[in-house]
Each structure stands twice: as structure tokens, then as C-alpha cells.
């Protein structure tokens, strides 16, 4: 079992910056992408950015251009670089891991960001 552990939320002012994280708890064989999801108020789980084990980026045409994705080199560790955020960004935002090979999905249990106008 793998367990995702976020950081980095919490209450910005409109235009601010937040770097959020997540680091699984152990290391994956095989190839896995990464990601970001959200949830807004009354909404449903929706796709934020992911990055694949090449380093690729997709992005939800909402945040491109403010967010921006990453993860580091041989580690289960990716970050989400927030800027300009806006107030309609206040979400709960999630990790997430899947295995390429199996295509076994796994969630953090989400980090609070509070973007105030």
C-alpha cells in the first residue's frame, strides 16, 4: 500500500503564490505519472496538472500559465507551484500516483487552499 502525505495549503490573498507537495511513503517500481486534482466548493474532483514519469505536463486549461507542475528525479515527490492564484482556485487539492504497469490509483487525503479577493 502506498500513502500520499500533502503540504503546503493554506490561505493566500488574490495574486499570492503557494507551492504545494506530496511524497508517497515508499518507493514504486515500475513507471508512475503524478499528479494534481481539486475539488471546489460544490463541485466535483477535477484534473489540475499531471506529470508523467518522462516529464510530461498536462495541465487543465484553467491554471495554465500560473501553475506549474513538477517532481523530483528517482523520488516519489512532486510539488505544484501555484502564482496569480485566484479566488476561484480555493479548493481542496489532492495528490495523486498511478502505476503505469497495473494501473493501480492511489490519493492523498487532500490539502485546504483558501484564495481571499
Known amino acids: 500500500q502506498v500513502q500520499l502525505v500533502e503540504s503546503g495549503g493554506g490561505l493566500v490573498q488574490s495574486g499570492g503564490s503557494l507551492r504545494l507537495s506530496c511524497q508517497a511513503s515508499?518507493?514504486?517500481?515500475?513507471?508512475?505519472?503524478m499528479g494534481w486534482f481539486r475539488q471546489r466548493p460544490g463541485g466535483q474532483r477535477e484534473l489540475a496538472a499531471t506529470i508523467a514519469e518522462d516529464g510530461t505536463t498536462n495541465y487543465a486549461d484553467s491554471v495554465k500559465g500560473r501553475f506549474t507542475i513538477s517532481r523530483e528525479t528517482g523520488k516519489t515527490t512532486v510539488h505544484l507551484q501555484m502564482s496569480s492564484l485566484k479566488p476561484e482556485d480555493t479548493a481542496v487539492y489532492y495528490c495523486?500516483?498511478?502505476?503505469?504497469?497495473?494501473?493501480?490509483?492511489?490519493w492523498g487525503p487532500g490539502t485546504q487552499v483558501t484564495v481571499s479577493s
Open positions: 495523486s500516483l498511478v502505476v503505469v504497469n497495473d494501473g493501480e490509483y492511489y
Open positions: 515508499r518507493n514504486i517500481l515500475g513507471l508512475f505519472n
